[in-house]
């Protein structure tokens, strides 16, 4: 427990808090990006604890939150329709779809199931080749290794009934759509540190630049969570703008070289609809020509149908960091994880379940 205990000591967390309240004069917007960091801040009770003029907002970057309908449209037409073996993913299966969720389908009689490794679903499909196998490949960087390889796998063994249902996105396109929205408030951002492990630093230096906002990548534990604020505040107090490393103890400025040359082996950027955000360009991962055969979209040919964000949920809003959780009227009244009005109160990365499981410490 050495290397857990040690990033939630209670004397270097209370430092912390006794820095940053020192350091802050002035009202400043942080986005923490992942929903990995939302969780951290809300369930060790750390936003109570910050100095009012520090505001959290908690942005996008939870990947089941943000795969839009349309897809799951398509996931659900491949389980119901084309007959099948899906597989993803738990918390996808009930994040609703314009007709229905996973879940649903899977009570109709869809052979729908949940993996935690595309080379699970690649050995489903070994082990099944009467079967079509697709493996519903949802996440942001961090994910993208993996389902890359299963791909690489496929090919190699010859696994011809296996093939994958794209959702991939990635996080620098998510931020500069972010701070060009005529609406943004962000002053500076904490930066997710399991995609920084993968991708390395470089194209965080670039949005820096360009948008002029410190930026700083964090574990999310919470020594590494207020340290990440800390240094972005004394940047914000200073007029300065960085990009900084608090996650030194896993993130390399080059990141894994290894598992981004798989990845550039298998994906080029594409554009990608994002739900609650809208179309961002160059913001998601499809595979390349050479892996044409396994694309699941290309395979089946399956409907294109157009997602329709929600009227009623305000999850667009959250995800945008406009509005906290609890600023929805249908929180915790309507909409709950037993009974979901949007992804973000579906996912265990969402903002809405964190909100809604440690209410007690907001």
């Known amino acids: 427990m050495k290397h857990l205990s040690e990033y939630r ?3 270097l967390i209370e430092n912390l808090l006794r820095s940053i309240r020192r350091a802050v004069t002035r009202p400043w917007q942080i986005m923490e990006v992942c929903g990995g960091q939302t969780h951290g801040l ?15 907002i908690h942005g996008p970057g939870c990947p089941v939150c943000v795969t839009p ?27 609703p779809g314009n007709v229905m969720s996973l879940q649903k389908a899977r009570s109709l009689g ?17 082990e099944n080749p009467e079967r079509e196998v697709v493996f519903f490949a949802v996440g942001f960087e961090t994910t993208a290794p993996a389902n890359a390889l299963s791909v690489m796998e496929a090919e190699s063994r010859g696994i011809r009934n296996y093939s994958v249902l794209s ?6 396109p998510a931020i500069k759509a972010i ?7 962000v002053d500076a951002f904490l930066a997710p540190g399991h995609v920084c492990t993968i991708m ?37 107090e200073k007029g300065e703008y960085r990009l900084e490393n608090q996650y030194r103890r896993v993130v390399q400025p080059e990141g894994n070289v290894t598992s981004r040359v798989v990845m550039d082996s298998v994906y080029q950027s594409t554009g990608r609809t994002w739900r609650g955000l809208g179309f961002i360009g160059e913001s998601g991962l499809g595979l390349r020509e050479k892996f044409r055969e396994f694309d699941a979209t ?6 294109e149908t157009e997602t329709r964000e929600e009227t009623v949920c305000l999850s667009g809003d959250i995800m945008k960091g406009k509005i906290k959780p609890v600023d929805c009227p249908h929180f915790g009244i309507g909409c709950s994880p037993e009974h979901p009005m949007g992804a973000p109160m579906v996912s265990s990365e969402g903002a809405c379940a964190a909100y809604y499981h440690y209410s007690a410490k907001v």
Request: proline share 5%; glycine share 4%; with cysteine.
């Open 9 to 11: 000591n209670p004397d």
């Open 42 to 56: 809300v369930k060790h009770g750390l936003l109570a604890l910050l100095p009012q003029q520090i505001n959290m």
């Open 69 to 95: 309908a349309r897809l799951i449209d398509q996931a659900v037409e491949l389980a119901l329709e084309k007959k099948v073996i899906l597989c993803s993913y738990g918390d996808m299966l009930r994040v």
């Open 110 to 126: 869809a052979d729908v199931r949940i993996l935690y490794s595309p080379l699970d679903a690649l050995h489903i499909a070994k």
């Open 167 to 172: 959702a991939q996105v990635l996080v620098p």
């Open 179 to 185: 701070m060009d929205d005529t609406e943004c408030q």
């Open 200 to 236: 390395g630093l470089e194209a965080y230096h670039s949005l820096v630049q360009e948008y002029r906002v410190p930026i700083v990548v964090t574990g999310f534990e919470p020594v590494d969570l207020l340290e990440g604020i800390w240094m972005v505040v004394q940047q914000l």
């Open 298 to 303: 290309r395979r089946f040919l399956l409907t």
